[in-house]
Nanobody, 121 residues
């Protein structure tokens, strides 16, 4: 499986971005997906996840601002980010989960390449 992430960029505080992650292969619809982020000097953290059935979960600090969704026809997962804050600045990674529920990837090949989001005025 290959994951291709896109949509990052520079945005002012309060702005919006939508990240996309498209997976190759036929197993996308059966797995959970996740969006993670990593800032310099910090551990990678799970920002949002979505099960194969569409159930979602969010990091407390992004609840009400970020929305994860998936399109199983296009094999794509999205992260809509609104009301962005400087502390959202990070490299964002998508993952193909190991099960229908768990967004943590089973192996290193189940990570996207990362897309940089910079929130700054």
């Amino acid at each position: 499986v290959q994951l291709q992430a896109s949509g990052g960029g520079l945005v002012q505080p309060g702005g919006s971005l939508r990240l996309s992650c498209t997976a190759s292969g036929s197993i996308f619809s059966t797995k959970a997906m996740g969006w993670w982020r990593q800032s310099p000097g910090k551990q990678r953290e799970l920002v949002a996840s979505i099960t194969s059935g569409g159930g979602d979960n969010y990091l407390d600090s992004v609840k009400g601002r970020f929305t994860i969704s998936r399109d199983n026809v296009k094999d794509t997962v999205y992260l809509q980010m609104n009301s962005l804050k400087p502390e959202d600045t990070a490299v964002y990674y998508c993952s193909l989960g190991s099960t229908w529920l768990d967004p943590a990837p089973a192996d290193s090949g189940s990570w996207g390449q990362g897309t940089l989001v910079t929130v700054s005025s």
